[in-house]
């Protein structure tokens, strides 16, 4: 599977911004897709998962409220709302695929497939 992220860009604190991944290639309906930022210096973790067959999905504590996660599956399209941004969500965002089938997505589950990333930059 190919993944392909957009919609990054410099936001004010406080304001919204959007990021899409669109999938390509060979892909499972019931995969799990995440989205993990990385500011420089500090580990990659997810803040956003979705399973693609249940829509079942999971935030961290530190989004839970502020981001949305969502799937489109005729479009192989994730997206990201994020809203009431903060500097501390200043980060290259990269969403990440496991094709492995899948109810519930864990923040803490494995993914093989990786995009390159987008980045978010809050200015307060």
């Known amino acids: 599977v190919k993944l392909v992220e957009s919609g990054g860009g410099p936001v004010q604190a406080g304001g919204s911004l959007r990021l899409f991944c669109v999938y390509s290639?060979?892909?499972?309906?019931?995969?799990?897709l995440g989205w993990f930022p990385q500011a420089p210096g500090k580990i990659r973790e997810a803040v956003a998962s979705i399973s693609t067959g249940h829509q079942t999905t999971e935030y961290s504590d530190s989004v839970k409220g502020r981001f949305t996660i969502s799937h489109d599956y005729e479009k192989k399209t994730m997206w990201l709302e994020m809203s009431n941004l903060k500097s501390e969500d200043t980060a290259v965002y990269s969403c990440a695929a496991d094709l492995n089938k899948a109810y519930a997505c864990p923040l803490g589950r494995d993914y093989l497939h990786w995009g390159q990333g987008t980045q978010v930059a809050v200015s307060s």
């Open positions: 290639g060979y892909y499972s309906p019931t995969m799990c």
